[in-house]
């Protein structure tokens, strides 16, 4: 592990970053040893029912799911907070670029300001370390109906999260019937949509 790691925030006034509960479950704190990667954080929104953070052919990736959220979610202030390394983590069920640390807190070393967190994020696609798709564009990879979100949400769901299929109804309310059928052929919590 590098001796410093990157966590992307929102917040400004973070005199120790704390841990929360993540969706596998876990009480732990990001980071990642990518700065790029740590800025990808930085976006307000509904996470991946907004975007695609991925690596493909070994590049970074942010794909736009739907029309303006990238202005929106990535069009405002954003900090990154450099942490101790030693103490964080991968493990198999992370995404790749993610570590994460079970400390309660960690005392950041430093602090980044960005005034804008989009132009950032197309600076360092100009430097050639992140590849950004608007929509409609999109890689292969992404189905353009977004429907690679049904299996993830109802994942998240069966793990204990009560609010994904309602919050992948609510941006995607096309769903509603596979989501359905796919809920009672699986056997799966039955759940109010």
């Known amino acids: 592990m590098k001796d410093i790691v990157y966590h992307g925030s929102l ?41 695609v953070l991925a690596v493909d052919d070994e590049k970074l990736i942010l794909v736009e799911r739907r029309p303006g959220v990238l202005e929106d979610n990535y069009n405002h ?30 005392k950041p070393i430093r602090k980044t300001y960005y005034e804008n967190v989009l132009g950032a994020l197309e600076k360092e ?30 994942m998240f769901y069966n793990n204990g999260n009560d609010y994904a299929i309602s919050s992948l109804l609510e941006c995607y309310p096309e769903f509603r019937e596979e989501v359905q059928s796919r809920i009672k052929r699986d056997g799966e919590r039955k759940i109010k949509i």
């Open 11 to 51: 917040n400004g006034n973070i005199d120790s970053v704390k841990a929360h509960v993540s969706t596998h479950g876990k009480k732990c704190i990001y980071a990642t040893e990518n700065r790029t990667v740590a800025m990808l954080f930085m976006g307000e929104g509904k996470g991946d029912l907004d975007t």
């Open 77 to 106: 202030e954003g900090y990154i907070y450099e942490l101790p390394g030693k103490i964080f983590r991968h493990y198999d069920y992370l995404w790749r670029p993610e570590i994460i640390s079970f400390e309660e807190s960690i």
């Open 125 to 154: 696609e100009k430097l050639g370390h992140l590849k950004i798709y608007h929509y409609p564009d999109r890689p292969s990879s992404i189905p353009f109906d977004n429907s690679d979100l049904i299996d993830k949400y109802i």
